[in-house]
């Protein structure tokens, strides 16, 4: 008996502490969940206290000004590369047997990208004399003559063979040409250097010119150290490594062309030789053109890459936080040459419109567009029979048109898909949006 007591004693005790455990725990339960619930309840007090935020307002449109403005056009050509066939072609022999030049109708290809110019220029990749034979970057007196009938105004002269005859070659270049009423730029015939500016329409245009360097007939380069005056070269090392792109002379020019008035500034430069046949910019040239519109310049046109690379529209803000519209053309490639290799025959016009504000006299690049040429031969002819000439330029969609019409450039089936074949690479090369018959690219003021 007094083991069952025992046992029943221990059963009692542990009933107990059961007991108070349960108690205990639904004690915690409790609070914890009193916690939890004024937790809960002073979130909801917080967030009913916080207002709702009213809707966003729609922003109003800016309201761009309007301006009543006129508008001037700037045409700018590929590089007529000298060479014998042109010369060749251009030759004629008069009554008395005399032989002269004549260049006439080998650039009648590219009058109708000029009509509407205030402003034409090209680049003219060659000396110009009366004497002598007339071969490689070297062309008789007519073509000057031929530059200005067809509808140029100006000329840029600075390229790697404007020494191949030394000082006296430039400096005969550069009269042949301003003696038929050509301006000149970057190659000069006295020492006393000065800027073209061209008033156009109410705005002053200024233009600088830079060549990489001086190739010369042979290997080595033509110095101009006794003559510094007599070309703008872009490279202090032009006669070794030609990479170190003089920007303190650069900057200067800019400067003292800003300074002078100047409304619009366009860069000529003439491209290392080792971005010929490329199809894009290279580093070199990307570099040097972001540097040119940074410090003011808001038109490069780029030449002796012999292969069209693309245009480029930018709106640049300044080291003194201004804006402008600029226009690049990396390439235009050869207008007038004798090369056949990928993508050599074909070229543009390049035709930048800039307003001018006539209230304010703000000034912009307004628009950009391209004509699309050609260079041809004989055999892409059908109408002519057996010419005496090889070489012909051509505006393309004038040739294509004629052909439908019967006219004297009816080309034959292969030249009629070369054309069209050089319009859809020109459309890749350049940009599509550009071409003249797609409507060209707008640009608004650069508020």
């Not at 990749?125 to 100006?154: H, N």
């Not at 006296?168 to 190659?187: F, Q, R, W």
């Not at 319009?423 to 090369?429: K, N, Q, S, Y």
């Amino acid at each position: 008996m007094k083991k069952n007591g025992f046992f029943t004693g221990v059963m009692y005790i542990l009933l107990v502490v059961l007991l108070v455990g349960l108690g205990l725990l639904s004690y915690f339960n409790l609070m914890a969940n009193r916690e939890q619930q004024a937790a809960i309840e002073a979130a909801e007090a917080a967030e009913a206290a916080t207002p709702t935020p009213a809707p966003t307002a729609t922003p109003e449109p800016t309201a761009v000004p309007e301006r009543n403005a006129s508008t001037v056009t700037l045409a700018f050509a590929g590089d007529l590369v000298g060479q014998a066939g042109l010369a060749t072609d251009a030759q004629i022999t008069a009554e008395d047997g005399t032989t002269g030049y004549d260049f006439t109708d080998e650039l009648s290809g590219v009058r109708a990208s000029l009509e509407n110019a205030d402003l034409a220029a090209c680049t003219l990749v060659s000396t110009v004399t009366d004497s002598g034979e007339y071969d490689s970057y070297r062309m008789p007196s007519a073509i000057a003559s031929g530059l200005k009938d067809a509808g140029f105004d100006l000329v840029n002269a600075a390229s790697d063979h404007i020494m191949d005859r030394g000082l006296e070659g430039l400096t005969e270049t550069v009269n042949h040409l301003k003696n038929s009423g050509l301006g000149v730029i970057g190659a000069y015939d006295s020492s006393s250097r000065s800027f073209l500016v061209a008033t156009v329409g109410g705005v002053k245009v200024a233009f600088l010119s830079y060549t990489y360097g001086t190739a010369g007939t042979g290997a080595d380069p033509v110095s101009i150290a006794d003559n510094s005056w007599c070309l703008d070269i872009l490279t202090t090392d032009y006669m070794t490594e030609k990479e170190t792109v003089d920007y303190e002379k650069i900057d200067t020019d800019i400067d003292a062309v800003r300074q002078s008035g100047a409304d619009i500034v366009v860069c000529y430069v003439y491209w290392w030789d080792n971005t010929q046949y490329y199809t894009e910019p290279r580093d070199n040239q990307k570099e040097v053109v972001d540097h040119l519109l940074e410090k003011g310049v808001d038109i490069v046109i780029g030449g002796g890459v012999k292969v069209p690379q693309p245009i480029e529209v930018r709106t640049v803000e300044r080291e003194d936080g201004s804006k402008a519209n600029c226009v690049v053309c990396y390439s235009l490639s050869s207008m007038m040459s004798c090369f056949n290799d990928d993508y050599t025959n074909i070229s543009a016009v390049a035709s930048i419109q800039i307003s001018r504000d006539t209230d304010n006299g703000d000034v912009w690049i307004s628009g950009v567009n391209e004509r699309p040429l050609m260079m041809v031969d004989t055999d892409d002819y059908t109408d002519y029979g057996s010419p005496e000439f090889k070489y012909r330029l051509l505006d393309i969609r004038n040739a294509m048109e004629g052909r439908v019409q019967g006219t004297s450039y009816e080309l034959s089936d292969t030249a009629y898909s070369a054309a069209g074949k050089a319009i859809e690479d020109l459309h890749t090369l350049l940009g599509a949006e550009y071409d003249v018959a797609n409507g060209g690219v707008s640009m608004d003021y650069p508020y």
